[in-house]
């Protein structure tokens, strides 16, 4: 999740520029940069980390007007997705005479290089970005036409993207497309012609304008002071006041917002890694499973949950034993490292200090080592043998949501992808297993009328002495997600537990004011979760039950689509339990996004 400004008019377009991305650094900070048309020139700068390390570069420069008395520029904050955060990796890309900023992921760039590289183009760096520019050359010194060109160069990319693009052929121009990702344009009247703004949100555009379109998935155009052309119709709107809530894209939270994204995040999370009938890792080569008896996971928190899901998959999938590993305590353990186990971490930040202690360790014995990990050029990362990046975008909540999902996913994939190496998984069980993939994001998408009735449930959830989250199988996992998600952002009191464990104690805490959330997926031990629910009502537990099937004992009932497929039901569940801890947390009045003594990321022991 990269953020990307541009803008038409006679004022200061650095200043502009700069003050943009300020607005969107929450959206990525391993680089950011900026290109400005001056004249017959287009100067830009790039830096690592923040943008204030990009505003001391461009401190020094004053704002010229092109012979137009124009001043035209686009800006981008980097989230890496392909290469390192490095300058040269940063945006803008560069062509013979033209730049482009870009936010998204170009499914098809490894062919579209190749092409170009056979063309004669040279690339400078390791983005799937680069290919854009150099592929919108290749067409304009075919034609001499920049319109024709652009409109080729969009055609050809597959992916999730918006782009902005500049070229000294047309130096009164900014092109733009808006394909997946989001991208807001804005404009203002003024004595000397139309000001234009562009940005991947509204926030940078609040005070310069007021009038905005949200881009909808396959608008282009070209902008000038003169004039403003889509390839289809638009609706322009008035824009917010409001910085914060235009940040949040009009949620209340950002913990809300990241719950509603999920649906699209996972879809960047899958992006160039499924094919109509296999699962591509480009970043980790199949061998590295080769003589692998066991594979070990090891991780903190939610990521600990999401590794606890994957050993189930990992077996179930791979035939390969899979162990999880709490880092924190794997660490002091004296645990057993034998070379002929896959050590796989992972980790939202990539720096969590148990979790990386416990890698240098792996590595230290010899085992072969991935990281799962959100931030590129993070310490697991350079230490791993491999990485593979969920892609979830900047997490502002501290309580994480698609972190888990995303994780979820992606160790999902992996276990596939080991499955198919290790021919293991059928061809037809595969394909099924993609097709089962390909509707993740659909589960993801939060239902109005399931949020209104967890808004609703949440008022009768705010007192008792504790609550039980309890599930089978991957549903245990969840449970514990779940409880740990309302422990964090309400205070109050939650265990996630193993359902058939209730009789095994934890019921004799069981009595009416012990609320008893229970997953109970259609496809997956529904006749023996029921079973431990109706035991557990049996002594007055309150039950709220979450499952696409009726079920007459629940005290509350959250009633869930009917898919065809446990991990379908997974996902949904997720998104519900997601949604009743945030509304609980609410109206207990509590700080949603900084719950209290809780940091984002842990990096001390």
Same mark, same amino acid.
């Given at each position: 999740?990269?953020?990307?400004?541009?803008?038409?008019?006679?004022?200061?377009?650095?200043?502009?520029?700069?003050?943009?991305?300020?607005?969107?650094?929450?959206?990525?900070?391993?680089?950011?940069?900026?290109?400005?048309?001056?004249?017959?020139?287009?100067?830009?700068?790039?830096?690592?980390?923040?943008?204030?390390?990009?505003?001391?570069?461009?401190?020094?420069?004053?704002?010229?007007?092109?012979?137009?008395?124009?001043?035209?520029?686009?800006?981008?904050?980097?989230?890496?997705?392909?290469?390192?955060?490095?300058?040269?990796?940063?945006?803008?890309?560069?062509?013979?005479?033209?730049?482009?900023?870009?936010?998204?992921?170009?499914?098809?760039?490894?062919?579209?290089?190749?092409?170009?590289?056979?063309?004669?183009?040279?690339?400078?760096?390791?983005?799937?970005?680069?290919?854009?520019?150099?592929?919108?050359?290749?067409?304009?010194?075919?034609?001499?036409?920049?319109?024709?060109?652009?409109?080729?160069?969009?055609?050809?990319?597959?992916?999730?993207?918006?782009?902005?693009?500049?070229?000294?052929?047309?130096?009164?121009?900014?092109?733009?497309?808006?394909?997946?990702?989001?991208?807001?344009?804005?404009?203002?009247?003024?004595?000397?012609?139309?000001?234009?703004?562009?940005?991947?949100?509204?926030?940078?555009?609040?005070?310069?304008?007021?009038?905005?379109?949200?881009?909808?998935?396959?608008?282009?155009?070209?902008?000038?002071?003169?004039?403003?052309?889509?390839?289809?119709?638009?609706?322009?709107?008035?824009?917010?006041?409001?910085?914060?809530?235009?940040?949040?894209?009009?949620?209340?939270?950002?913990?809300?917002?990241?719950?509603?994204?999920?649906?699209?995040?996972?879809?960047?999370?899958?992006?160039?890694?499924?094919?109509?009938?296999?699962?591509?890792?480009?970043?980790?080569?199949?061998?590295?499973?080769?003589?692998?008896?066991?594979?070990?996971?090891?991780?903190?928190?939610?990521?600990?949950?999401?590794?606890?899901?994957?050993?189930?998959?990992?077996?179930?999938?791979?035939?390969?034993?899979?162990?999880?590993?709490?880092?924190?305590?794997?660490?002091?353990?004296?645990?057993?490292?034998?070379?002929?186990?896959?050590?796989?971490?992972?980790?939202?930040?990539?720096?969590?200090?148990?979790?990386?202690?416990?890698?240098?360790?792996?590595?230290?014995?010899?085992?072969?080592?991935?990281?799962?990990?959100?931030?590129?050029?993070?310490?697991?990362?350079?230490?791993?043998?491999?990485?593979?990046?969920?892609?979830?975008?900047?997490?502002?909540?501290?309580?994480?949501?698609?972190? %888990?999902?995303?994780?979820?996913? $992606?160790?999902?994939?992996? !276990? /596939?992808?080991? +499955?198919?190496?290790?021919? =293991? @998984? *059928?061809?037809?069980?595969?394909?099924?297993?993609?097709?089962?993939?390909?509707?993740?994001?659909?589960?993801?998408?939060?239902?109005?009328?399931?949020?209104?009735?967890?808004?609703?449930?949440?008022?009768?959830?705010?007192?008792?002495?504790?609550? %039980?989250?309890?599930?089978?199988? $991957?549903?245990?996992?969840? !449970? /514990?997600?779940? +409880?740990?998600?309302?422990? =964090? @952002? *309400?205070?109050?009191?939650?265990?996630?537990?193993?359902?058939?464990?209730?009789?095994?104690?934890?019921?004799?805490?069981?009595?009416?004011?012990?609320?008893?959330?229970?997953?109970?997926?259609?496809?997956?031990?529904?006749?023996?979760?029921?079973?431990?629910?109706?035991?557990?009502?049996?002594?007055?537990?309150?039950?709220?039950?979450?499952?696409?099937?009726?079920? =007459?004992?629940?005290?509350?009932?959250?009633?869930?689509?009917?898919?065809?497929?446990?991990?379908?039901?997974?996902?949904?569940?997720?998104?519900?339990?997601?949604?009743?801890?945030?509304?609980?947390?609410?109206?207990?009045?509590?700080?949603?996004?900084?719950?209290?003594?809780?940091?984002?990321?842990?990096?001390?022991?």
């Amino acid at each position: 999740m990269c953020g990307i400004v541009g803008y038409i008019g006679t004022k200061n377009t650095s200043e502009i520029l700069i003050d943009g991305l300020k607005e969107l650094e929450y959206r990525g900070y391993d680089s950011a940069g900026i290109a400005i048309l001056d004249n017959d020139t287009i100067d830009i700068y790039k830096a690592l980390g923040k943008i204030v390390n990009l505003e001391e570069k461009v401190s020094h420069k004053e704002c010229v007007l092109t012979k137009d008395n124009l001043s035209i520029g686009i800006g981008h904050t980097r989230w890496a997705t392909h290469g390192k955060p490095t300058e040269l990796n940063a945006h803008p890309h560069l062509g013979e005479y033209s730049y482009v900023v870009h936010n998204g992921i170009i499914e098809n760039y490894k062919e579209l290089k190749d092409e170009l590289i056979e063309a004669g183009h040279k690339f400078v760096s390791q983005t799937d970005t680069e290919v854009i520019v150099h592929l919108f050359e290749f067409y304009f010194n075919q034609n001499n036409n920049a319109d024709e060109s652009f409109n080729k160069t969009i055609k050809r990319l597959e992916g999730a993207y918006s782009i902005l693009l500049i070229t000294k052929s047309e130096p009164n121009k900014i092109f733009f497309m808006k394909h997946g990702s989001p991208m807001a344009i804005a404009k203002n009247e003024t004595e000397d012609g139309t000001e234009i703004f562009f940005a991947s949100s509204d926030a940078p555009l609040i005070g310069h304008a007021k009038d905005v379109v949200y881009l909808e998935d396959g608008v282009s155009g070209v902008a000038t002071n003169c004039s403003l052309n889509f390839s289809e119709d638009v609706v322009w709107s008035t824009l917010s006041t409001s910085k914060q809530f235009a940040q949040k894209d009009g949620y209340r939270f950002f913990m809300e917002k990241e719950i509603y994204e999920q649906s699209d995040v996972v879809i960047d999370s899958m992006l160039g890694r499924i094919a109509d009938e296999n699962i591509i890792f480009d970043e980790v080569d199949s061998s590295i499973i080769e003589g692998i008896n066991e594979i070990k996971i090891c991780a903190c928190g939610t990521s600990y949950h999401a590794g606890l899901t994957a050993s189930y998959l990992f077996e179930r999938l791979t035939k390969v034993r899979c162990t999880v590993e709490i880092a924190s305590e794997f660490r002091y353990k004296e645990p057993l490292l034998k070379d002929d186990t896959l050590f796989i971490v992972i980790s939202q930040s990539g720096e969590t200090a148990d979790t990386l202690e416990a890698l240098k360790m792996a590595k230290k014995a010899g085992l072969n080592s991935i990281a799962v990990c959100n931030v590129d050029n993070s310490s697991m990362t350079r230490i791993a043998d491999a990485t593979i990046l969920t892609r979830a975008g900047i997490e502002k909540g501290v309580a994480s949501t698609k972190a %888990f999902s995303t994780q979820t996913v $992606v160790l999902w994939m992996m !276990a /596939l992808y080991f +499955a198919k190496a290790k021919d =293991e @998984i *059928s061809q037809d069980d595969l394909n099924e297993q993609i097709r089962v993939l390909r509707e993740v994001p659909s589960s993801l998408e939060v239902v109005d009328k399931v949020h209104e009735k967890c808004k609703r449930l949440s008022k009768r959830y705010l007192h008792g002495h504790g609550f %039980f989250f309890i599930g089978r199988d $991957v549903f245990f996992p969840l !449970a /514990l997600e779940g +409880a740990l998600k309302l422990k =964090e @952002i *309400s205070y109050l009191h939650a265990e996630g537990y193993p359902a058939g464990e209730m009789k095994h104690g934890p019921i004799a805490l069981a009595d009416p004011e012990l609320f008893t959330i229970a997953l109970m997926p259609q496809h997956l031990h529904y006749d023996k979760i029921k079973s431990n629910v109706e035991e557990l009502s049996a002594r007055d537990s309150t039950i709220c039950a979450i499952s696409s099937l009726d079920f =007459e004992l629940a005290d509350d009932f959250v009633k869930t689509k009917p898919r065809d497929h446990y991990m379908l039901e997974f996902f949904e569940m997720l998104i519900v339990l997601q949604v009743l801890s945030m509304e609980i947390s609410v109206r207990l009045g509590n700080d949603v996004d900084m719950p209290r003594n809780l940091a984002k990321s842990v990096t001390v022991e």
